[in-house]
């Protein structure tokens, strides 16, 4: 010890000088919460997860497990827990497999914190686990695939109620996350800084002593099988062995981070015991005792000096920027820090301030290969916190980094060099803002909506939050909230395009030219344009077409569960991506910064491209195929990574085909306040079109996508399924969003500001309605879709963005310092004091002429053109203002360079209705103002176009209406840019026919109308085509329909771009077999048409199969149906994988015997055919199994009954696989006593059957386990009686597993005395066995014994409770659960002596019970009535049946007492009559019905003692006086009258294990279940014993307990295998789960809208809501025993009582 206090002294020495390291925060735990897609466990003491089913099996040690569950006591097991007074307060090891990363007596009771989990495939959390394992693990090859995240957040000790101090504040928050692979698995704890404020536990029975039990963490394998029958102690691993120990968890680690701990948990090859991580060899685990850490923190050696460690090195090499290894690239993708946003846990009182250091995780190079995308290549990124950061110290924290794509430099510099396609680009971190404004927010600092609301959009509602505000947009609008846009509007974008691009060798500068963007929303086609490129730059950037994917991105066509990007960024954001070209390695940088959206709700982006691209030939054409990308999204940044193929046709080089990668970062501000669900982690961006062209004319580079966002792989596979809206071929206006209706329904709705039918819509002109939100002193604009608000001169907006108010001038003094300023409403005065002269911004004391200052106007003319006073010269076509000599606007303004003029007031602002265009007289601007009129449509149409750039100029090639002087549209309109020339109505709308192309002559819009008849649907299909370009061109490569001249679809139809050709009808639908490839004739489509019949059967269903793939082949392996000319199924089919053939008839049905093999001849199908008769019961039963696979063939050692020619069995039937052989009869059912092994010669079946008896005890016994397995073999480990020809015992049984020989009697009853060993000589069964005078024939013990290893099917689980029984049939002092270390001592009667309860691996000390002295009789027998309640339920246990009292519908434990005790009894089933105050219930052990009544002292009544084998459910009829119960030996149902005459037998027939019955009085019905494991089931019939029928077959196991819900009519029950609470109409239908996870449920009733059942997993009873499908209470008997059924006693009775 003093050695290694040396060592550890010594290295915290040598490491003072070398990093300080403090334990991680919780910002750099895994990310968890509810945004994170975590599960969030139930409040309480002691609480366990549903399964959480695992994608791929784990190995932990070297088992594999499929299925996990999270408690709240700080543990995670791969099977369901037990109580946690078995194991909360006991050390290593569990007898359960256990991942414990603090186990103690948690409570999160009361709120008292949270408990999250979840599996998780992602690869922010798979990268982030593989990086921190090859840290801990160099030499490891592991790529994990799944992992499993449980967080335990600010949750509390538990704490006894008694206690007089309030409750604690202590809590803690630490994290485990399971990382795995095929063959490894490897586990992580995290403690965050100040995350463990209690170190321990008070056990629960302390009996008031003040201990405190230290956590434990570490693993634990469970109990592992040991020879046949024993289980022995599996290994285990703790890491803390004192309160020290756990206090270390935080303070050092085994990772070289404090508070972060890794192990090797599991390797499926071989292990041994858990390895925990080593880094670099220094000292991972403080000595025992501990490390005083109160003044530092153990130290380990920087990453710098590993020498592995290749990661930002200044030496690296350009060409290292690509990967050296021998697969694919490989991207990781670095943790997020995405978090649940809580409270602060209090700070250890050893955590200092000066040991702050930043938790970094991302140094450290991959020596495996993780490959998490289905891309060609992988993404990798660096950690939040990068190695340049500054430690973060004091109050003062830096803004968390989203992560960063970087380059991953190989770990040894020889190894060969990627090929070309397989380099990994990198996006410096220099060239990347990730500055995105997410700050870290306290008390101090937090922003709310009374401050910062001004940063919401107008059209956004502000909320605020714990931490912050954030922004939210209005119903109709989408978006941010800080940026939102009118929801199904076209969106325009403009910007600038800057940088210099290298051609080849030649460089290219791009100085401020103009890009321009046009997306139609409503089904996400993005065109952009790009003008004055020059020649050689506009051919190479034609594959670029990611430059406009940007805006496809961010509006793209919503499919369910996405959010386009714009609802994510808003209109602040900024895009790095950097293309590699290939072959030639050339690189090309894309910046796209969004800078916001203007007063036209146009989106401005300025983008900067560097770098080099291919030279392309002049007149290349460039073709790029759809495509899909996934996008990963984090906080405050997206980022996604593709390889993209395009082909080149020239004249010069005819075709090729390059392809570039693509990685790209898109960093935006989000908010991170609100607990809204953020966006999914991954989304799936669809470009089905992608269209690119450069006009050499025009100098315009154009890109044209087609864009849909959707959840990865959640896109429809049939398209004819999709609905229009998703597939964007509706007709609705650019202006309408497309809403979808069922199936291929859907409607048009015209966007936020536009009205109209959806297909057809206007803009609102909120300005001119009245309708705006614009306030006082505030000038409307329309915009389209929409209007903004601008506010006088001397006015400025408020705090709303909508109001104006005004300016205080006088606050920035600008008048003399002599003057005092007045301030007025939008403007102000100056004016000179008493005793001086002037004009108030020159004041003198002399009244003289004096320089007066400059005025508004004449500093606003200065200012433009005062840089000639620097010798520079004003900027040209800018507007100047004229001034008059005194310094005043002059009436009348002009702009010199487009020659408009107009009329200004005293401020300078243009005067409505004023300006004239070039060339026509102005305006007489001294003429006094008439009132002026409001803007009309046309005029804020013309006015927002031609005001959208600074200049004044409208956009090149954007349409500018004409108004008169009245503002109203101009009849003939004309597009300047194209040329195109066309009539307008009113409201500016084009009317129909009047459009002429450049050139042509203009329509005469004077002319009178004729009578306007609507658009008709072909015009509608074309005109929607042709203006989604903004010049008024169809888009290149588009389908435009032709129509003639009254507007009705052209006959023949012809697609501009690929040069196929069809006929159409007059709806427009191709007519079938008319289409023609281009170069060949189009066909006659005026030919009179053949009457076209509909597609028939056959051709639906080929053409089905054939169109399943989208290059239209049927998909490899699927059968195609053949038809003949006229559509018919052909006779003869053929499966073109397999090459089995068969004849089929007119439907296409497959003709009984007609199937060859391949290679076989086939049948002729001509041949007549015999009349067809129906297929029999055989044929049905045969063919079913036989065409089970694709193939036909059956599945291997399925059984194939075998049928005659006449379709009928054949009377003896043998199993193709077993050997076995047995006769049957008609329906195919097997004759008892006629089956026989493999080898032995079969029956002789065609011989007249003797009279059939019934089967007996012995024979329902052994058919019941041989028939567990589907092959008809006994399951293997269970015990099969032998009877003999009569179907009795044989007198001597043996168990095939274990060897063990035994006599029995005719019941099958192990007889005392006779058991024997393997290898020792057998008794003679056939002799008398003397039986000694004290041995008791069959004991109590024996009788539960037999009766529990029956009800576990034969081969109880280590786990179960079985009575052991010593040699004469007493109870042994000593009773275990099964194989676990749960034991108490019993006394003689098998009852629990209290305080002997024991779970640990040495039993308790029990001495054997004497029998009772003479002169104590047992305690009678009789009845101690319940408290005085309305309602009770009544339990069986064992050899007493409890009373427990509900409250309401709680569980009263406080009143819960023992109705009846019956010595020597097992109480089975239950019942009550509600009329007479009795209880019946079934006796197992004594084979009898009783009754008691339910009043003081009353003993019980045997009704019936005859001929019962295993009673068990009990049902009882109060208002027919009829009692029902099941016997599952025998397999009967019976009924009886109330007072045990009448006795009937109702079933005897197809029942193999019934379990559970009861009675609706109501209806007189009947119900039961019958847990056959071979066809588990619920029948029903009537009282009497008619119309017997089954109700539920699909979807059961066990179905042990059954009830009634009156208040729905539905059957209701629970499943001990499939674990689930159902209900289903007595008629079958209705079905529906109430709860999916029960434990191990037995009986069941229903009262007050709760379930309550008994479990044998609690051994006790569990409350379940109907409502809420939540378990609400639970009571657990004081004695542990299984509980068995359960009845409402009630003091009148209910109404549909059963």
């Not at 990730?434 to 909320?463: H, L, M, P, W």
């Not at 099941?1526 to 045990?1540: C, Q």
């Amino acid at each position: 010890m003093e050695r290694l206090g040396m060592l550890a002294a010594c290295l915290l020495c040598w490491s003072c000088g070398v990093c300080l390291v403090s334990a991680i925060r919780r910002t750099d735990m895994y990310p968890y919460g509810p945004q994170s897609g975590d599960q969030v466990l139930a409040e309480g003491d002691d609480e366990t997860s549903r399964v959480l089913p695992l994608s791929r099996p784990l190995t932990f040690y070297r088992t594999r497990f499929s299925q996990l569950y999270v408690a709240t006591n700080g543990i995670i097991s791969a099977q369901d827990l037990p109580m946690e007074k078995q194991y909360v307060d006991d050390g290593f090891p569990t007898d359960f497999p256990a991942v414990a990363p603090f186990l103690a007596d948690i409570d999160t009771s009361g709120g008292r914190g949270q408990i999250y989990y979840r599996v998780t495939e992602t690869p922010g959390v798979l990268n982030r686990v593989a990086q921190e394992v090859h840290q801990g693990f160099p030499d490891a090859k592991f790529t994990p695939t799944v992992a499993v995240v449980a967080t335990w957040e600010n949750v509390a000790a538990y704490e006894e109620q008694t206690r007089t101090t309030g409750p604690s504040s202590k809590v803690n928050t630490f994290q485990a996350v399971i990382g795995y692979d095929e063959t490894d698995s490897y586990v992580i704890f995290l403690y965050p800084e100040g995350g463990l404020n209690f170190f321990g536990t008070r056990p629960k029975e302390s009996y008031n002593v003040e201990i405190e039990l230290p956590a434990r963490v570490g693993f634990s394998r469970g109990e592992i099988p040991y020879l046949i029958f024993s289980r022995i102690e599996g290994p285990h691993y703790s890491v803390t062995s004192n309160e020290q120990s756990v206090k270390n968890l935080y303070q050092v680690g085994n990772t070289g981070i404090p508070g972060v701990w890794l192990f090797h948990t599991g390797n499926s090859y071989y292990f041994d015991n858990i390895v925990p991580a080593s880094f670099s060899g220094l000292l991972d685990t403080p000595p025992a005792g501990g490390l005083s850490l109160d003044t530092t923190t153990a130290e380990y050696e920087e990453i710098e000096d590993n020498p592995d460690n290749t990661f930002g090195t200044d030496n690296q090499e350009e060409e290292d920027d690509y990967l050296l290894t021998d697969g694919d690239p490989e991207f990781q993708t670095g943790p997020t820090g995405d978090h649940s946003a809580s409270p602060d846990a209090p700070s250890s009182p050893s955590e200092e301030p000066s040991r702050q250091a930043v938790y970094d995780i991302g140094n450290v190079p991959l020596t495996s290969e993780p490959k998490y995308n289905s891309e060609p290549g992988e993404r990798q990124y660096a950690p939040p916190n990068s190695p340049e950061r500054a430690p973060v110290g004091g109050a003062q924290q830096q803004p968390q980094v989203p992560p960063e794509p970087v380059d991953v430099s190989p770990p040894h510099r020889n190894e060969r060099r990627f090929s070309p396609g397989g380099h990994v680009v990198n996006v410096d971190e220099d060239d990347v803002d990730f500055d995105t404004g997410v700050i870290q927010y306290t008390t101090e600092n937090k922003e709310t909506c009374a401050r910062f609301q001004q940063e919401c959009s107008q059209n956004a509602f502000c909320s605020d939050y714990a931490t912050g505000f954030c922004c939210h947009c209005r119903p109709g609008f989408y978006g941010n909230g800080r940026h939102c846009l009118p929801e199904g509007a076209p969106q325009r974008v403009s910007g600038k395009v800057n940088g210099t691009v290298t051609v080849g060798s030649t460089p290219v500068e791009l100085n401020n030219i103009d890009l321009h963007a046009y997306i139609v929303v409503g089904d996400g086609r993005a065109y952009t344009a790009i003008s004055e490129v020059p020649e050689p730059v506009g051919w190479a950037l034609m594959p670029l077409a990611p430059i406009g994917e940007l805006f496809g991105w961010l509006f793209a066509l919503e499919l369910p569960n996405s959010q386009a990007g714009f609802k994510i960024t808003g209109a602040e954001f900024t895009r790095h991506a950097e293309a590699i070209f290939y072959p030639g390695n050339q690189r090309l940088s894309i910046v796209q910064t969004g800078r916001g959206i203007d007063n036209h709700n146009h989106l401005n982006v300025d983008t900067v491209v560097s770098g080099s691209v291919p030279f392309l030939p002049s007149g290349s054409e460039v073709t790029m195929d759809p495509f899909k990308e996934i996008y990963q999204y984090y906080p405050s940044v997206a980022t996604s990574y593709s390889v993209r193929e395009f082909s080149v046709v020239s004249a010069e080089r005819g075709s090729e085909s390059f392809s570039f990668q693509l990685k790209q970062n898109i960093t935006y501000r989000d908010c991170r306040h609100d607990n809204r669900a953020g966006v999914p982690e991954t989304l799936q961006i669809t470009m089905e079109r992608v269209f690119v062209m450069y006009v050499k004319e025009e100098r315009i580079l154009r890109y044209a996508i087609t864009n849909k966002i959707s959840p990865v792989g959640a896109e429809p596979t049939e398209p004819e399924l999709v609905n229009p809206c998703y597939a964007g071929n509706h007709d609705c206006d650019t202006t309408a969003q497309c809403l979808p209706q069922q199936g291929q329904d859907f409607l048009c709705q015209c966007a936020t500001g536009y009205r109209g039918d959806g297909r057809n819509c206007y803009d609102v002109d909120e300005c001119a309605e009245g309708s705006s939100s614009c306030g006082a002193h505030a000038q409307c604009v329309n915009l389209p879709g929409s209007h903004s608000c601008l506010c006088q001169g001397g006015f400025e907006f408020g705090f709303d963005r909508r109001s104006c108010v005004d300016i205080d001038e006088c606050s920035s003094s600008p008048c003399h310092i002599s003057a005092r300023c007045i301030n007025a409403l939008g403007s102000f005065k100056c004016q000179c004091e008493p005793g001086f002269y002037g004009d108030g911004f020159h004041c003198s004391q002399q009244e003289e002429v004096t320089v007066r200052p400059k005025s508004q106007c004449e500093q606003h003319r200065d200012s433009l053109q005062g840089g000639r006073e620097h010798g520079s010269r004003p900027s040209l076509a800018a507007f100047v203002p004229q001034c008059d000599s005194d310094g005043r606007y002059r009436p009348l303004q002009c702009h010199g360079s487009t020659g408009h003029c107009w009329c200004v007031d005293v401020r300078g602002q243009e005067r409505a209705g004023t300006r004239t265009p070039p060339g026509t007289p102005p305006k007489d601007c001294d003429r006094p103002d008439e009132p002026e009129r409001p803007k009309t449509h046309c005029e804020h149409h013309r006015d927002s176009v031609q005001t959208t750039s600074s200049e004044g100029y409208p956009i090149v090639g954007a349409y500018v209406p004409q108004c008169d002087h009245n503002g109203r549209y101009i009849p003939s309109q004309c597009h300047d840019s194209t040329g195109h020339c066309w009539c307008v109505d009113g409201n500016g709308q084009e009317r129909d026919g009047t459009r002429t192309p450049a050139g042509a002559t203009r329509t005469d819009c004077s002319k009178p109308d004729e009578s306007e008849r609507p658009r008709t649907s072909c015009e509608h299909h074309r005109d929607g085509v042709q203006t989604t370009d903004r010049e008024g061109f169809p888009i290149v490569g588009a389908y435009v329909p032709q129509c003639d001249a009254s507007g009705q679809y052209r006959s023949l139809q012809c697609h501009g771009s690929t040069g196929h050709c069809w006929c159409v009808d007059v709806r427009g639908q191709e007519k079938a077999g008319t289409r023609t490839p281009p170069g060949t004739p189009p066909k006659d489509c005026d030919r009179p048409d053949e009457p076209e019949r509909p597609k028939t059967h056959c051709e639906h269903h080929r053409d089905r199969v054939q169109t399943s793939s989208p290059e239209g082949y049927p998909v490899v392996g699927a059968y195609v149906p053949q038809c003949d000319a006229g559509g018919q199924y052909t006779p003869l089919q053929c499966h073109g994988s397999t090459g089995h053939c068969w004849c089929v008839d007119s439907r296409g049905q497959e003709r009984t015997g007609t199937r060859t093999p391949p290679g076989a001849p086939p049948t002729d199908c001509d041949k007549p055919d015999e009349p067809e008769r129906p297929k029999t019961h055989c044929e049905h039963h045969r063919d079913r199994v036989q065409t089970t696979s694709p193939e036909g063939y059956p599945i291997v050692g399925a059984y194939v009954p075998q049928c005659d020619d006449n379709g009928r069995y054949a009377s003896l039937q043998c199993h193709g696989s077993t050997g076995h052989c047995w006769c049957v009869d008609s329906t195919g059912q097997e004759r008892a006593g006629t089956r026989t092994p493999p080898g032995s010669p079969p029956k002789d079946c065609d011989r007249p059957d003797e009279p059939e008896r019934p089967k007996t005890h012995c024979e329902h016994h052994r058919d019941s386990v041989q028939t567990t397995s589907p092959e008809g073999y006994p399951l293997i480990g269970a015990y099969v009686p032998q009877c003999d020809a009569g179907g009795q015992y044989t007198p001597q049984q043996c168990h095939g597993s274990t060897g063990y020989c035994w006599c029995v009697d005719g019941r099958g009853q192990e007889r005392g005395g006779t058991r024997t060993p393997p290898g020792t000589p057998s008794v003679d069964c056939d002799r008398p066995v003397p039986v000694a005078p004290t041995e008791h024939p069959e004991s109590v013990c024996e009788r539960w014994r037999a009766s529990l290893i029956e009800h576990y099917g034969g081969k109880p689980q280590p786990e179960q409770y079985v009575p052991q029984c010593e040699q004469d049939g007493q109870f042994s002092p000593v009773q275990c659960y099964g194989e676990t270390t749960y034991c108490w001592c019993v006394d003689q009667d098998g009852r629990e002596v209290p305080g002997t309860r024991s779970y640990d691996i040495v039993k308790p000390a029990c001495l054997p019970s004497a029998a009772p002295p003479t002169v104590r009789p047992l305690p009678r027998p009789d009845v101690t009535p319940p408290p005085n309640a309305d309602i009770t339920l009544l339990y069986a246990q064992g050899q007493k049946i409890g009373a427990l009292p509900l409250n309401g519908t709680r569980l009263d434990a406080a009143r819960s007492k023992t109705l009846l005790t019956l010595h020597g009894s097992i109480v089975v089933g239950i019942a009550h009559d509600c009329k007479e105050n009795y209880v019946y219930w079934t006796d197992l052990s004594a084979r009898t019905i009783n009754r008691a009544s339910m009043a003081a002292g009353a003993e019980p009544e045997i009704l019936i003692n005859t001929n019962l084998v295993s009673p068990e459910g009990l049902a009882v009829d109060a208002k027919r006086r009829l009692m029902f119960w099941v016997d599952s030996n025998p397999d009967v149902i019976e009924s009886a009258n109330l007072d045990g005459s009448g006795r009937r037998t109702l079933f005897s027939t197809d029942l193999v294990n019934p379990r559970a019955i009861i009675v609706v009085s109501s209806t007189g019905t009947l119900y039961w279940t019958d847990w056959n494991r071979e066809a588990p089931k619920i029948e029903s019939a009537s009282v009497d014993g008619q119309n017997r029928r089954v109700v539920v077959t699909d979807g059961v196991g066990l179905p042990n307990a059954l009830t009634y819900d009156s208040s729905s009519g539905q059957v209701c029950w629970a499943d001990a295998g499939t674990k689930r609470l159902e209900c289903v109409s007595p008629d079958g239908s209705g079905r529906r789960v109430v709860h999916p996870s029960l434990n191990y449920p037995f009986s069941m009733v229903y009262y007050g809208n709760h379930f309550y059942y008994t479990d044998w997993r609690r051994d006790g009873v569990i409350a379940v809501s109907k409502e809420s499908s939540q378990i609400t209470d639970e009571y657990l008997p004081d004695q542990r025993s299984h509980l068995y059924g359960i009845a409402i006693a009630t003091t009148h009775c209910l109404s549909g009582s059963h």
